[in-house]
């Protein structure tokens, strides 16, 4: 419960005193509308439906009014009266309810943009070791059980203004009767603890539940061409039944104990009404007019009874969903880059250093990625990283990016350590093409626009130039605002590739990183890419992970990496003739395979 009253101060705080104000007007709609419902007896009296000839009879309370009338006028007046109240009951009402959603959406709008920003911002490491089918199901499901437990809660808090007033109005009439309705009323709220309490588990269970469908969704989805080419139909098929029948089971619950707790409540009005009815008529010997009044509020009473446990109830379904936001929310913080998000950028003039880096994975206690890592990157020049599979280049690039931290050592920009105010403006001159080119689903224009919003048309064809992408662009059906589809899948792996190239270079950067950004392409394609990469040289910091040595003989210095260490460095030119270098072994490989 903990989780949802902070939520529910976040909700004030948004709202501030608006929300007092609605709940306020709660009172205000409940009031007239007893006032209403006390109407009715005039209105039944004067038209002589019932008998209030009993002199004694509080009920009168317009008798007066009503008598100094001319004759026939009573009536019409006392409709009117009632009318005119209802009609402003309800204005009010309508009112409150526009005032409600706009609070409410606005909140859920608020929650969805700070934690929308927060992952933008939070650390890299929190982003890996993240499933991104969780962080999907917490901005989408999650958010929307959140927003339906808010809701529940203000309509939990508004029928019980309207309870409290209408027992209040019980109680005028007749206490005792009113007393019992009330006893009946902790009654059932006792009672339907239990319900509330199964569904709070029920909550559980469809978070997990629905955790575990998009989580598999997402991967299979992925990976569709994985599982038709390896025929994994059947296996996937079985995953999808499996859970299908844990999410059947999981609503039949849900449902049985909608209806247990209706089914109960449902008969227990008509019981303790009749009771009452009886009680009432025989024990009491109530007047027949408060009689009447009572069953027309209890009738009224008993459902904002059970409308409240359904509140409680769904509200107690939600609160799983509010705890996973939270812990979200507080992890984010706690990891986010930098507080603010300010303008600077940090030009790198003289060279990156690393001095004794050295860095592991969370929770792998046992091997490093990068260990003792000591390297300049001269400013304006080509560094090339090479290294087998898994030697830690990639590892090696994200802390030059700063996308994650040394667990020891430092990396200095120019000399001055890279901190966590200066990582952000440090990333604002880098471009990066990683490995697996990600396109968003849009035209190319609109992709290479995302970088550069401002670049003008040439601009754009000099980046595809660049990239030796112009040729294929131009042969499209639309050219540049032909639509890529979802992450680029209309385009070749090669073509998705040169298109995030230009992107890159579009961005103008003063440090180009490409980790494998050519590995797709033709040898025609790679020779004028590497033909431009030549040219930046003296212009841009290029640093290269290139698994193809062919590719980096222009590189002004060559960096080996082996388990996480660096073997060597030097020019190409030096490392090739080193005859008892990894590296000359890797060339002597790649001839060999050739
Ligand atoms: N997210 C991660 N969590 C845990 N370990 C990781 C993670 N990413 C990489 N590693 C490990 O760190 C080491 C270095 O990985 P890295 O990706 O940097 O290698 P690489 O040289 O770029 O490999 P490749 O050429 O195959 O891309 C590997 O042992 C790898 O298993």
């Known amino acids: 419960m903990k989780e949802f009253m902070y939520y529910f101060k976040q909700l004030y705080q948004y709202t501030g005193n608006i929300m007092y104000i609605n709940f306020l007007g709660m009172v205000v709609v409940s009031f007239l509308d007893g006032v209403a419902i006390l109407l009715l007896i005039p209105i039944l009296s004067i038209s002589g439906i019932i008998n209030s000839a009993n002199e004694a009879s509080w009920m009168w309370m317009f008798s007066d009014l009503l008598k100094d009338l001319p004759t026939g006028i009573g009536l019409p007046f006392i409709l009117g009266f009632y009318v005119i109240l209802v009609f402003g009951q309800n204005l009010i009402q309508r009112n409150l309810s526009i005032r409600d959603i706009k609070i409410h959406q606005g909140f859920i709008n608020h929650l969805k943009e700070e934690i929308y920003q927060s992952l933008l911002h939070v650390k890299w490491e929190f982003i890996i070791r993240t499933r991104k089918s969780n962080l999907i199901n917490s901005l989408t499901k999650d958010i929307n059980r959140v927003s339906t437990g808010i809701k529940m809660f203000m309509q939990f808090i508004t029928n019980f203004i309207f309870t409290l007033i209408q027992i209040g109005i019980a109680f005028w009439l007749s206490p005792q009767i009113a007393s019992l309705v009330l006893v009946c009323g902790l009654g059932l709220a006792f009672f339907s603890w239990k319900f509330v309490r199964q569904a709070k588990n029920l909550g559980k269970e469809s978070t997990d539940i629905s955790r575990a469908y998009l989580a598999g969704i997402t991967d299979h989805l992925n990976g569709l061409k994985d599982i038709k080419t390896n025929r994994l139909e059947k296996s996937r098929m079985t995953w999808l039944q499996s859970l299908n029948i844990k999410m059947l089971d999981e609503q039949v619950r849900f449902v049985e104990l909608q209806t247990s707790s209706q089914l109960s409540y449902k008969t227990a009005f008509a019981l303790i009404l009749s009771c009452f009815i009886f009680f009432s008529a025989n024990l009491f010997y109530t ?11 209890f009738s009224r009473l008993w459902p904002r009874f059970v409308t409240i ?50 860095f592991k994975y969370n929770g792998d206690n046992t091997s490093y990625a990068l260990q003792n890592i000591n390297l300049q990157i001269p400013a304006n020049h080509m560094t090339a990283i090479v290294g087998q599979s898994g030697a830690g280049k990639s590892t090696l690039v994200d802390i030059l990016m700063g996308l994650q931290r040394p667990e020891t050592g430092e990396l200095l920009i120019d000399g001055v350590s890279l901190t966590d105010d200066t990582v952000l403006a440090l990333r604002k001159t880098i471009s990066f093409v990683p490995q697996d080119p990600f396109l968003f689903n849009a035209s190319i224009r609109q992709n290479l626009l995302l970088m550069n919003p401002t670049a003008p048309e040439e601009h754009l064809w000099a980046a595809l130039e660049f990239a030796a992408a112009a040729d294929f662009v131009k042969e499209l059906p639309n050219g540049l605002d032909t639509p890529l589809g979802d992450r680029g899948i209309r385009l070749s792996g090669g073509e998705r590739q040169r298109i995030v190239l230009a992107r890159a270079i579009l961005r103008n950067p003063s440090i180009l990183i490409l980790d494998e950004a050519t590995s797709s392409l033709d040898t025609e394609n790679e020779s004028k890419i590497q033909m431009a990469l030549e040219r930046l040289k003296g212009k841009m910091t290029i640093i290269v992970i290139a698994h193809r040595l062919s590719t980096i003989h222009n590189a002004d210095q060559v960096i080996v990496l082996d388990k996480g260490r660096i073997v060597q460095k030097g020019e190409y030119i030096q490392l090739a003739n080193d005859k008892k270098g990894m590296f000359r072994s890797f060339l002597n490989k790649q001839l060999e395979a050739n």
Not at 287 to 297: D, H, R
Not at 325 to 345: A, F, G, R
């Open 287 to 297: 007047q027949p007019e408060k009689l009447l009044i009572v069953i027309i509020i």
């Open 309 to 358: 446990q359904s509140n409680l109830q769904q509200l107690a379904l939600t609160i799983p969903a509010f705890k996973v936001l939270l812990s979200l929310q507080n992890e984010t913080k706690q990891l986010i880059e930098v507080s603010d998000d300010n303008e600077e950028i940090l030009y790198m003039n003289r060279m990156i250093e690393c001095k004794n880096v050295c």
